[in-house]
Nanobody, 121 residues
Framework: QVQLVESGGGLVQAGDSLRLSCAAS??????????MAWFRQAPGKERELVSS????????YYSDSVKGRFAISRDPPRNTVYLQMNSLKPEDTAVYYC????????????WGQGTQVTVSS
């Protein structure tokens, strides 16, 4: 059983930075994980993909709204993925979720519980 646990959210002011972490547990995680991603969902809005990274580190993706401000990285020995968020804006306020995609699956189907990020103006 794979579990994902996010941390690092909080209340910050516009222009500040935060680093989110997502630690994965489960003995099969490192064997079968293909990619990890960060999604976010703001009140009244649909969940959106913010960033993703192949677990082999060969490619990353950023949504246009965060490109140049956010950076995703992973630490395979720790089974952890990070999201460094710089120059935060009030519109970045949302619950941020990490998710995992595994071998043979075409979507992210393992999710963390989410961590709240609130950016005040």
């Amino acid at each position: 059983q794979v579990q994902l646990v996010e941390s690092g959210g909080g209340l910050v002011q516009a222009g500040d930075s935060l680093r989110l972490s997502c630690a994965a547990s489960g003995r099969l995680f490192s064997t079968y994980v293909v990619a990890m991603a960060w999604f976010r969902q703001a009140p009244g809005k649909e969940r959106e993909l913010v960033s993703s990274i192949r677990w082999n580190g060969r490619s990353t993706y950023y949504s246009d709204s965060v490109k140049g401000r956010f950076a995703i990285s992973r630490d395979p020995p720790r089974n952890t993925v990070y999201l460094q968020m710089n120059s935060l804006k009030p519109e970045d306020t949302a619950v941020y979720y990490c998710a995992a995609q595994f071998t043979g699956r075409y979507e992210y189907d393992h999710w963390g519980q989410g961590t709240q990020v609130t950016v005040s103006s």
